[in-house]
């Protein structure tokens, strides 16, 4: 009988797990899981300043700036919050306070990039200008 529900309470476990390229809704997403949700169709949001975007972003990126006012409105124009959405900064501080912000706001798929584009540079990643 032990092993039977230790059996189950595995099962649940794993099934309660996210999938390697599922990044957990509270922790950071990493690079290859930010790639899968990519391929997948999410979209990408820098939260950047304009003189940051201009020195590199990453490809099909909208930017909106967390710090201008009206930041929440400026997204939800440009964003589906059905739709899953991929956010990024410097390092991940603003991505980090955005992804909270756009989930309170009712985006019901918001992943952060675990340090910004520079471990998105520092992989090797692309980034255009």
Not at 39 to 63: F, I, M
Not at 119 to 124: I, N, R, S, V, Y
Request: proline content about 5%.
């Amino acid at each position: 009988m032990r092993n039977l529900l230790a059996l189950a309470m595995a099962g649940l476990m794993t099934a309660a797990a996210p999938a390697a390229d599922e990044p957990a809704k509270d922790k950071p997403a990493t690079i290859e899981q930010v790639e899968k949700q990519l391929e997948k169709g999410a979209q990408l949001l820098d939260v950047r300043t304009k003189s940051e975007w201009d020195k590199g972003h990453l490809k099909g990126a909208t930017r909106v700036d967390i710090f201008k006012d009206g930041f929440l409105e400026k997204v939800k124009a440009k964003m589906d919050p059905k739709k899953p959405l991929v956010v990024y900064c410097h390092s991940g501080g603003r991505s980090a306070d955005a992804t909270e912000q756009l989930r309170e706001a009712g985006f019901t798929t918001v992943y952060d990039l675990d340090g910004g584009i520079t471990a998105w540079k520092k992989a090797g990643k692309p980034v255009e200008k």
